[in-house]
């Protein structure tokens, strides 16, 4: 079944030091905010995928819906958050979309190839199993460092929590994927949404139970050594999930409250602890009623939020 994001609770092992109380509402939007788009997708009823623009106006603009149906051919359902899919267009209006999800305790890599209007090439859904022992996730997040659009990935991470709050590492070997640490004390981190990637670090945006948003830094070299700064100290508690896309040298957030079925975008301007800008854009309208949400993005995506 599909599964969605929990908050868990009880937090050790990570001192933070919070800084002044700054509400979203209190930023400046930036001026690259009219072209920002993120494209979203998610799982739907169909076992295939759903794809929308969602445009950085304010209020935002939500473009149609591109339902591609009977990707998934399976027993299992995704059992935890998807990565980020990557999109390479092809021939013929064609695009191929690849992406790691979890089913049945496996990590895969899913590629399928579709039209212009959604429709799926057929027979080209692939499922690639890498191997066990992925159950009990919150979320995979895929981190990959290309330092120019025509150079290749020199290096590839994958990011997970279980669901007892311990936080792991994962690097690609090519024909595997090979843990390089965990880390306790992020228990209580409900949201992950990976905002910048560098040669030497990766950076993502979190938020808490209680309220605290977050940036995390985490190096490259081992142990496994996330930083924490502060950004805001209230009113973030109410995301389950946050979805992440380059906008300038910030991002665009769209983040989502599991329990009311709000979700809401901001700008979030280049990552600077408390003095980081953020603007609320409004209310998100998408379809709700599809199983978990994710990013589909370039086979160059410059994250460089932080």
């Avoid at 992440?244 to 301007?269: E, Q």
Wanted: positive net charge.
């Amino acid at each position: 079944m599909f599964r969605k994001a929990i908050g868990l609770t009880g937090a050790a092992g990570l001192a933070l030091t919070l800084g002044t109380a700054i509400q979203p509402a209190q930023a400046v939007q930036t001026s690259q905010t009219a072209a920002c788009v993120l494209a979203l997708g998610s799982f739907n009823a169909q076992w295939g995928q759903n794809k929308q623009i969602v445009t950085a106006t304010a209020p935002p603009t939500v473009g149609p819906v591109l339902n591609t149906s009977n990707i998934y051919q399976s027993p299992f359902g995704v059992g935890v958050t998807p990565t980020t899919f990557t999109e390479t267009p092809m021939t013929g209006g064609r695009t191929a979309r690849v992406g790691k999800i979890v089913m049945g305790g496996y990590l895969y890599d899913s590629s399928a190839i579709v039209r212009s209007d959604g429709s799926l090439v057929r027979g080209s859904n692939v499922l690639k199993r890498y191997g066990g022992g992925w159950g009990g996730k919150r979320f995979l997040v895929q981190a990959r460092y290309k330092a120019s659009a025509a150079s290749k990935p020199s290096r590839t991470t994958l990011y997970a929590q279980d669901t007892s709050g311990r936080f792991g590492r994962w690097t690609d070997l090519g024909t595997g994927f090979r843990n390089t640490g965990y880390v306790a004390g992020l228990s209580t981190m409900k949201a992950f949404a990976l905002i910048a990637t560098t040669a030497t670090y990766d950076l993502f945006l979190v938020n808490n139970r209680a309220g605290g948003l977050y940036t995390l830094k985490i190096p490259t070299t081992n142990p496994l050594k996330p930083v924490a700064t502060p950004v805001r100290t209230s009113s973030w508690q109410v995301f389950e999930k946050m979805i992440a896309a380059p906008c300038g040298t910030g991002s665009i957030v769209l983040a989502m409250d599991y329990d009311t079925g709000k979700k809401y975008l901001y700008v979030v301007g280049h990552a600077n602890g408390a003095k980081t800008a953020i603007r609320n854009l409004g209310e998100v309208t998408i379809n709700w009623g599809d199983f978990d949400h994710f990013r589909f993005a370039p086979a160059y995506d410059p994250l460089n939020g932080g």
